[in-house]
Each structure stands twice: as C-alpha cells, then as structure tokens.
C-alpha cells in the first residue's frame, strides 16, 4: 500500500490530504492502446469548409467564417491559387518535414507503444514518432518543436492528451488536406477511447489503398481520436474533429518521403545530406 498526498491552494489557503492506493487499484482502469490502428482515408473533415468531399470543399461563407479569422482564410484561399494554377503547394508532407499536431492525422497508420510513463506514437505515412509523457505538467518553459510538448492522463477509461509548443512553420501551415494555419499559441487536446458496444464507427472502409484491407482484425475494438484545436490569434472558436482507427494485424510499412520526388517545384526544398545514409 501507498500514501498519496494531495495539495489544493486556494486564496492562499492549503489543504492538505492522504489517500490510501494500491498500485493495482491505481492502474486496474486503464484501457490498453497498445496496438497498429488505421483509417483508409487520407484526409480529415473540417468543420469550417462545405462540400461534397475533401477535394471540392470550399471554405464556409469565406471571410465571414465562424472559425477562422480572416487572415487563415487569406491564407487558405492563397494555397488553393496555387492549386489550380497546377503546381504543387508546400505542405509539411510534400517537401518531407515533421507533419506536426494535428496534421499528421491526415494519414492512415498509427502505431501505439504504451508503458506507464509514455506513450509513443509512429506514424506510418511520414515515418515519424511522437512522446506522450505521461501523468506530469507542462513544462515551465517549453521550447517550441514541430511536434510540440505533449503531456497526458487517464479520465476513466479515455487518454487525454494535452499539447503545446507547435512551432509555426509556413509549410506546416499550409491547406493540402490536413493543414490549418495557427499561430504559437496554438493548443491542441486530444481524447482516446473505445467505442462501446452499439456504437456506429466512422471509420472509412478498407479499400485497399493504404493498408491490406484483410489485416484488420474481425470483431476488434474500434478506437475513436477527437481532438480539438483552440487558438485566439487565429480562430474564433475552438472546433474539433473526430476520427476512428480500426485495429490491424499489419505492421507499418516503411516509408521514405525523399526517394523519388516527380514534382520539379518541390524538390529543390527537400532535405538533403552531403553523405548517403548507406
């Protein structure tokens, strides 16, 4: 048995309290993640664009939005120029940098390593990882990154996972599918859970595309993501969007974004190294 001790300020008063746990009954909730989850879909909705589909939608009602501000619409609007004049927009996955949070949802695999004090998170389209530390604060100062500073805890049996730090990076901040422009002060929360029995999954069906439609596991746990953005310098409101992984038996695949770029307009910006890796 252990004794957990509890502090709560308040005007400037501290109440202090012991609680009796075991570390079986501390951790006898939390649902295990552990696993490779995939969505056939590359792309997520927004819930600030109309349309049919992810390659026809069109910004609602343009500088008169209810989310964003007029400045991320310009921003958007200006991508999609580039679009339809035929070449290629600069975006986090076209030029192969850190797709960051929460751009990186626009891709299909994810595979979950967790232990008490992490979780890690690879993604499969961009061959990138993430940390999760789990069950401590922010940081007092935290240096801003691509991925951010990610910190998380169990609320019954969802993970929510609190980030801060997302670095502003032009390319980071551009349309394509997944990319929405913010500023620094960018805050991204993220809740993870099972759906329960008798719930209808969104999950797009398996067509094949991304990941061998026979390696999803019959009868498995759906896992529902809804994360949500909030960023005054650059919405107006917070909005969130909601996705659900289906469990695979497959492993992600390797994947290296450099090798064999056809875009001549992307790729003097990809990165290089003077010597080969082997």
């Not at 329960?196 to 596991?217: Q, W």
């Not at 953005?229 to 996705?243: C, F, Q």
Request: hydrophobic residues 35%.
């Amino acid at each position: 048995m252990r004794t957990v001790t509890v502090g709560l300020a308040c005007s400037a008063v501290l109440v202090v309290w012991t609680l009796n746990v075991t570390p079986v009954q501390a951790q006898s909730h939390i649902p295990d993640f552990d696993g490779v989850w995939g969505r056939d879909a590359h792309n997520y909705p927004k819930p600030y664009m109309s349309g049919n589909s992810a390659r026809n939608a069109t910004i609602t009602d343009g500088y008169n939005n209810p989310i964003l501000k007029p400045w991320v619409v310009e921003a958007l609007r200006r991508d999609d120029l580039v679009e339809k004049s035929g070449h290629a927009t600069v975006t986090a996955h076209s030029i192969c940098y850190p797709e960051s949070i929460p751009y990186v949802f626009g891709g299909t695999q994810i595979q979950i390593l967790q232990s008490p004090t992490e979780i890690i998170m690879l993604f499969g389209d961009p061959g990138q990882f993430r940390t999760i530390y789990m069950n401590r604060p922010h940081s007092s100062h935290v240096v801003p990154s691509w991925y951010g500073e990610s910190v998380g805890h169990f609320e019954g049996d969802s993970l929510v996972v609190d980030t801060i730090g997302l670095a502003v990076h032009p390319e980071a901040g551009s349309m394509g599918f997944f990319g929405t422009p913010h500023t620094a002060a960018l805050h991204v929360v993220e809740r993870y859970r099972y759906l329960a029995p008798g719930e209808t999954s969104l999950a797009p069906r398996p067509r094949n595309d991304s990941f061998d439609a026979n390696a999803v596991i019959a009868g498995g746990k759906i896992l529902r993501l809804t994360f949500t953005l909030e960023d005054p310098g650059a919405y107006k409101k917070p909005w969130s969007v909601t996705l659900d992984y289906l469990p695979l038996s497959s492993h992600i695949r390797e994947y290296v974004c450099q090798e064999n770029e056809p875009d001549a307009d992307l790729a003097p910006l990809l990165p290089t190294a003077g010597v080969p890796d082997f």
